[in-house]
């Protein structure tokens, strides 16, 4: 009896991982150093995340593959169709052009009495939509290059990564691909916690907006990474306060994962390190006046950060495999 779809599209999942494994662990008798291989991560970071179109594109221009990529929040979004091989031409089309009420819908619910009793501000059906535009697959398993992308479940606390196997690390490969990363990008109070399997989740950048370690833990012998967060300080709080509670809450976001993210990266011991860092902090999470101004400095960033002589004897040992096809 024929293999069913399914079968097969775990197979073609399941083959990327296993060439990943391959090359971690059995190099090339006749290579005189370790190869490399990169594990992309793409941070969180709200709107300010259309960096990370850009910087993909700047990767395909070099005709550049990660071996696995880590996303989470819109770095999961933007990580999912890349690793899904979308038409990027379309992406960067749609991150351009897009509006607020694509992807923070109001929910006209919380205008009313008893209003804040709704689970949230906008409506996460609606950026669920906009996620199935842009993403052309359904599963894990239908993904050219490994993903993982992570939520956090509301009731225990816990951290969870949903994806492609990759190692020993824990990782769900059987939830919905949407799903996953609806829920990685479902910041409380702006988007309602995501229902999978029974538990409830919220954006994974509440414990990990920037997740090196989790790259770490993969086997990446050269993390590249995207960061597309904020510091959480410089404007005067007093304007914050104008702005109103989204402003406010955002600022909190920042202080607190900023905060984690400077630990982390002070105690760096793991594999080497490239961090493309944009000029976005500034932007506010949901401002759309910046569209093409962030898509252009991801750009540019990449490129910048793909210029150096550390990166050029890096990509010089690269695997095969990075070279895309």
């Given at each position: 009896m024929s293999k069913s779809l399914f079968s097969r599209l775990r197979d073609v999942g399941a083959s990327a991982a296993q060439r990943f494994l391959k090359r971690t662990a059995e190099p090339n008798a006749g290579e005189q150093e370790e190869a490399v291989r990169i594990v992309l991560v793409l941070s969180g970071g709200a709107l300010r995340g259309l960096v990370h179109v850009g910087a993909w594109r700047a990767l395909l221009e070099r005709g550049l593959r990660p071996d696995v990529i880590i996303g989470t929040s819109i770095g999961a979004l933007v990580g999912a169709a890349a690793a899904a091989g979308a038409d990027w031409t379309f992406v960067e089309r749609a991150a351009r052009s897009v509006v607020r009420k694509e992807i923070a819908a109001l929910d006209r619910r919380v205008l009313l009495l008893n209003g804040v009793r709704r689970p949230a501000l906008f409506r996460g059906e609606v950026l669920r939509q906009y996620m199935e535009r842009l993403i052309p697959a359904r599963t894990f398993q239908e993904?050219?290059?490994?993903?993982?992308?992570?939520?956090?479940?509301?009731?225990?606390?816990?951290?969870?990564w949903f994806g492609t196997p990759v190692g020993e690390e824990d990782v769900d490969p059987t939830a919905d691909l949407l799903d996953a990363v609806w829920a990685s990008s479902s910041?409380?109070?702006?988007?309602?916690?995501?229902?999978?399997?029974?538990?409830?989740?919220?954006?994974?950048?509440?414990?990990?907006?920037?997740?090196?370690?989790?790259?770490?833990?993969?086997?990446?012998?050269?993390?590249?990474?995207?960061?597309?967060?904020?510091?959480?300080?410089?404007?005067?709080?007093?304007?914050?306060?104008?702005?109103?509670?989204?402003?406010?809450?955002?600022?909190?976001?920042?202080?607190?994962?900023?905060?984690?993210?400077?630990?982390?990266?002070?105690?760096?011991?793991?594999?080497?390190?490239?961090?493309?860092?944009?000029?976005?902090?500034?932007?506010?999470?949901?401002?759309?006046?910046?569209?093409d101004y962030?898509?252009?400095?991801?750009?540019?960033?990449?490129?910048?950060?793909?210029?150096?002589?550390?990166?050029?004897?890096?990509?010089?040992?690269?695997?095969?495999?990075?070279?895309?096809?």
């Amino acid at each position: 009896m024929s293999k069913s779809l399914f079968s097969r599209l775990r197979d073609v999942g399941a083959s990327a991982a296993q060439r990943f494994l391959k090359r971690t662990a059995e190099p090339n008798a006749g290579e005189q150093e370790e190869a490399v291989r990169i594990v992309l991560v793409l941070s969180g970071g709200a709107l300010r995340g259309l960096v990370h179109v850009g910087a993909w594109r700047a990767l395909l221009e070099r005709g550049l593959r990660p071996d696995v990529i880590i996303g989470t929040s819109i770095g999961a979004l933007v990580g999912a169709a890349a690793a899904a091989g979308a038409d990027w031409t379309f992406v960067e089309r749609a991150a351009r052009s897009v509006v607020r009420k694509e992807i923070a819908a109001l929910d006209r619910r919380v205008l009313l009495l008893n209003g804040v009793r709704r689970p949230a501000l906008f409506r996460g059906e609606v950026l669920r939509q906009y996620m199935e535009r842009l993403i052309p697959a359904r599963t894990f398993q239908e993904l050219t290059i490994p993903l993982q992308v992570n939520a956090v479940n509301l009731g225990t606390g816990e951290m969870k990564w949903f994806g492609t196997p990759v190692g020993e690390e824990d990782v769900d490969p059987t939830a919905d691909l949407l799903d996953a990363v609806w829920a990685s990008s479902s910041v409380p109070t702006f988007y309602a916690p995501v229902e999978i399997d029974g538990s409830f989740y919220i954006d994974g950048g509440i414990l990990d907006t920037f997740a090196l370690r989790r790259a770490a833990a993969l086997g990446a012998t050269w993390i590249l990474a995207v960061d597309a967060t904020t510091e959480g300080v410089g404007d005067d709080p007093a304007d914050l306060i104008d702005e109103g509670m989204l402003a406010i809450n955002e600022r909190v976001f920042g202080i607190v994962s900023g905060a984690r993210r400077r630990a982390v990266l002070e105690r760096w011991s793991g594999p080497p390190l490239t961090i493309v860092r944009p000029a976005a902090g500034h932007i506010p999470a949901f401002d759309f006046e910046f569209n093409d101004y962030l898509v252009n400095e991801g750009h540019r960033a990449m490129n910048e950060a793909l210029s150096t002589p550390e990166a050029n004897e890096r990509l010089g040992r690269a695997t095969p495999a990075l070279k895309a096809s």
